[in-house]
């Protein structure tokens, strides 16, 4: 079975270019979460989706940061404007639920704002 | 507020030790608490899941310990090797309040095993 899958594995832009991140979970995964890590860091919840709502997206630059999770399947994150201090890597993880359930990670995304 | 710690932040020992990481947390209320093992430039690949009413996971020449009443997780690493290297996260899944169901992460504990 294949396991979390994210697509760009890397990406270099420009500042104020925007950029987008696809993630596609484990099938019937329903809790997909996003995260952000930085150099030396843990990861930082982004946002977390339960199918289709996202149900805690108190840590996302809202000016600047976008998702959506169609169908509750695949979703994306989106820069617009990428700003310096976005570089970092930006992590996608599913989970079954949230009730005591594992979590499994993607390759991630290695963002460089130039 | 839920807070992940990580002790040490990096460990350097000889091949063929064993070794302890160590996790703290300072809120008991969790559906489980996860140990990852992350190799540099790679995502996270997960380890051992303790659930909020075990003790310990095995797996291998890992073990994993949880006393989610003092909010402390250990992991055991027999028998060391080179390519036990990494950074090693624990993450607990939050159980109550507003960010219910968030795994919430330490820092990480860099391990570096010399041949």
């Known amino acids: 079975e294949a396991g979390v899958v994210q697509s760009p594995r890397y990406k270099i832009i420009e500042k104020k270019q925007p950029v987008a991140f696809w993630c596609n979970p484990i099938?019937?995964?329903?809790?997909l979460y996003w995260y952000r890590q930085n150099l030396g860091q843990g990861p930082e919840l982004l946002i977390r989706?339960?199918?289709?709502?996202?149900?805690?997206d108190s840590q996302l630059p809202k000016d600047r940061f976008s998702a959506e999770r169609l169908k509750g399947v695949d979703s994306t994150l989106k820069i617009q404007p990428a700003e310096l201090g976005d570089s970092a890597v930006y992590l996608c993880?599913?989970?079954?639920?949230?009730?005591?359930?594992?979590?499994?990670f993607g390759q991630g995304t290695r963002l460089t704002v130039v | 507020k839920q807070e992940v710690t990580q002790i040490p932040a990096a460990l350097s020992v000889p091949e063929g030790e064993n070794l302890v990481l160590n996790c703290s947390f300072t809120?008991?209320?969790?559906?489980?608490l996860q140990w990852f093992r992350q190799d540099p430039g790679k995502g996270l690949t997960s380890l051992l899941l303790?659930?909020?009413?075990?003790r310990e996971q095995t797996s291998g020449r890992l073990n994993a310990s949880l006393d989610k009443s003092s909010g402390r997780s250990t992991l055991y690493i027999a028998a060391s090797q080179p390519g036990d290297s990494a950074t090693y996260l624990c993450?607990?899944?939050?159980?109550?309040?507003?960010?219910?169901?968030?795994?919430?992460f330490g820092k990480g504990t860099k391990l570096s095993v010399k041949p």
């Open positions: 303790i659930q909020s009413s075990q």
């Open positions: 989706y339960e199918n289709e709502e996202a149900v805690d």
């Open positions: 993450a607990v899944s939050h159980r109550e309040g507003g960010s219910q169901g968030n795994l919430i």
């Open positions: 993880a599913s989970s079954l639920t949230i009730h005591g359930t594992e979590a499994f």
């Open positions: 099938s019937g995964h329903n809790t």
């Open positions: 809120d008991s209320a969790i559906y489980n």
